[in-house]
């Protein structure tokens, strides 16, 4: 028959204390580490699309100035602009439109713009390609302003 004494019952009764003790603190200690770590992963998913975001919008703002500075002589360039300026106009244009061939995600919208600035003859015109960036930038395919609805003033000759 198998004794035991009290001594063995309270040592074993404490040993057991402090085994689930130490177990309930390594799996507290894990659980707080897992959810400290998908906190921070959410977080820093969150901070990367909206430093994205100010990005498209930094980008954007230089199509919108692309657009202005290429309306800006429109076919009048050779009569208003010396020569040199003549090279650094379309220096700037060129640098503009190459950067933004690389950065638009969307290969319509680089399209359509790389058509407009051409003078195609089938290509958009400036306000529909400024509501298609307006739609990529917000994440919108569809919403109420159209391109009717941006004012796009010209320069004429009186």
Not at 6 to 29: G, M, N, R
Not at 59 to 84: C, F, M, P, R
Not at 122 to 128: C, D, F, H, S
Request: aromatic share 10%.
């Amino acid at each position: 028959m198998i004794t035991i004494s009290t001594d063995q019952i309270i040592i074993s009764t404490v040993l057991l204390f402090v085994l689930f003790s130490v177990a309930q603190f390594l799996i507290a200690t894990w659980i707080k580490a897992r959810l400290e770590k998908s906190i921070q992963h959410e977080y820093d998913k969150k901070s990367i699309d909206y430093n994205f975001s100010i990005l498209q919008r930094e980008q954007a703002v230089k199509i919108a100035a692309l657009l202005a500075k290429w309306i800006k002589y429109g076919e009048d360039s050779t009569e208003v602009l010396s020569e040199n300026e003549r090279r650094n106009y379309f220096e700037e244009l060129n640098k503009m439109t190459l950067e933004l061939a690389i950065w638009i995600p969307d290969e319509e919208i680089v399209k359509k713009l790389m058509a407009c600035l051409s003078h195609n003859e089938t290509a958009p015109n400036i306000r529909e390609i400024v509501t298609d960036v307006r739609a990529l930038v917000r994440n919108k395919n569809n919403y109420d302003l159209t391109w009717q609805d941006i004012v796009v003033f010209s320069i004429r000759n009186s």
